[in-house]
């Protein structure tokens, strides 16, 4: 009797387990920080952070072309140029309370007008993190940005750099100094 509770027990455990480790909440607040954002930039309001989910991309139930911030229909993308700023996007979802879940890397490229985003790979700091909320098996390459994260980011990396960085002082002369 005790070995059928047993075994019972221990089929009805693995029976949860799967569940408990395929949570997938709803992204609640995504956050970006980089060069000249103090303090980073937050996004919460939920009209805007549902259409931005982790847990989307190639080879998921949802297979969308368009979902996390990057356009996996356009595949690959070549290594932006080193010189442009680049940001960490951070996703936050409820599993049931709020939880850092997955990390990115953004930079926009103005004299294309076109984003990238970088999913870490193994020797990145954040890899280990993202992998254990979703593997996308193309982790360590750079992809194109989705048009509506560039419509969202970039306007408000703007206006968070221009409220913080310095305004030029005239010289001296220009003030009859």
């Not at 609640?28 to 954002?37: E, K, N």
């Not at 309001?45 to 989307?56: A, L």
């Not at 254990?132 to 703007?158: C, M, N, Q, T």
Request: proline content about 8%; overall charge positive; charged content about 20%.
């Amino acid at each position: 009797m005790r070995t059928t509770r047993t075994i019972w027990f221990s089929f009805r455990l693995l029976a949860c387990v799967p569940t408990l480790l395929l949570a997938k909440g709803e992204t609640v607040r995504i956050t970006i920080q980089g060069p000249g954002l103090v303090p980073p930039i937050e996004v919460s309001d939920p009209s805007t952070v549902k259409n931005f989910r982790v847990w989307t991309g190639p080879g998921k139930s949802s297979n969308e072309s368009q979902g996390l911030i990057i356009d996996w229909s356009r595949g690959f993308s070549e290594r932006p140029p080193r010189n442009l700023r680049v940001y960490t996007v951070s996703f936050y979802a409820n599993l049931p309370k709020e939880k850092l879940v997955y990390v990115v890397l953004y930079t926009y490229d103005g004299s294309t007008s076109e984003g990238f985003v970088y999913l870490p790979g193994k020797g990145d700091p954040s890899y280990w993190l993202n992998v254990s909320s979703i593997l996308h098996g193309l982790e360590g390459h750079w992809f194109h940005a989705w048009s509506a994260w560039d419509s969202v980011a970039r306007p408000l990396i703007k206006a968070a750099r221009q409220k913080h960085e310095p305004t030029s002082i005239p010289a001296a002369g220009a003030l009859g100094l």
